[in-house]
């Protein structure tokens, strides 16, 4: 048995963790400076622990599109296999904020605006490439960054962008990345009058996928297909919960 501590460590560049990532991945980090406090403790058997990073001017590219912010995370490591690099990192929070994004369509610049997440349940294996199945519970103070990077890779309606644009939003997510292959099974933000929900996949430059967003008694569904992309105004919930990601 035996203990890892790291106190108040620097990165200077986020992009070393990219060496984790597959080369054809969806996202990559660039930039930004992160502060590392760690405490974990080993066995043969087991693994446990915590993790504090505080990094910024993050930038994470999505699919060709960058997001540029600061983020605080509390990795809880609540059991693993050491051996495997397997960990359990239920009751983890990540924290983004001062967030912004630069298109050829749409701009954010939003230093009031943040999201939470907090994983209900999460795993992953820290190998090369990195495996990782999470659930988590999200808080976000506006969808905007998310409508910027619509309005920047799919250029929809002007009003489908109005729609989509809410604020004070709690939800859920499901996160899967395995050989490179992002999948968002389901993931919602929803408020007394309004909704976003967004089914998606990235994978080797491809992405594919439905969001629905809902004000009042007005939705819609945003979709891109195998390339084709196209917006749904009749059973627009139907539609939603119907899709089907690829395997």
């Given amino acids: 048995t035996f203990k890892l501590l790291i106190d108040d460590a620097t990165l200077v560049d986020m992009s070393t963790f990219n060496y984790?990532?597959?080369?054809?991945?969806?996202?990559?980090f660039a930039g930004g400076t992160t502060r590392l406090d760690a405490d974990i403790g080993f066995s043969a058997e087991d693994i446990d622990?915590?993790?504090?990073?505080?990094?910024?001017?993050l930038t994470i590219e999505v699919d060709k599109q960058a997001f540029q912010g600061d983020l605080d995370a509390d990795i809880n490591i609540a059991g693993g296999v050491p051996s495997e690099l397997k960990a359990d990192?239920?009751?983890?929070?990540?924290?983004v904020f001062n967030l912004r994004v630069d298109g050829d369509q749409s701009n954010f610049d939003g230093d009031y605006w943040s999201a939470?997440?907090?994983?209900?349940?999460a795993q992953g294996a820290f190998l090369r490439p990195i495996d990782l199945a999470a659930t988590a519970e999200l808080t976000v103070s506006d969808t905007r960054p998310l409508v910027a990077f619509i309005d920047n890779r799919n250029d929809p309606p002007k009003w489908v962008s109005n729609l989509i644009t809410v604020k004070d939003l709690t939800g859920e997510a499901e996160i899967q990345l395995s050989e490179g292959r992002l999948t968002i099974p389901m993931a919602f933000v929803d408020s007394e009058k309004a909704e976003v929900a967004?089914?998606?996949?990235?994978?080797?430059?491809d992405r594919n996928g439905v969001v629905y967003a809902r004000f009042k008694r007005i939705d819609a569904l945003l979709k891109r297909v195998d390339g084709k992309r196209n917006v749904d105004l009749i059973k627009s919930r139907?539609?939603?919960?119907?899709?089907?990601?690829?395997?």
Avoid: C, H, M, W
């Fill in 20 to 28: 984790y990532l597959p080369a054809d991945t969806a996202f990559s």
């Fill in 49 to 57: 622990g915590t993790i504090q990073l505080n990094s910024v001017g």
């Fill in 89 to 95: 990192f239920s009751d983890s929070t990540l924290r």
């Fill in 116 to 121: 939470a997440l907090k994983f209900t349940s």
């Fill in 198 to 205: 967004v089914k998606g996949e990235f994978y080797r430059g």
């Fill in 238 to 247: 139907e539609k939603f919960d119907a899709y089907q990601l690829p395997n």
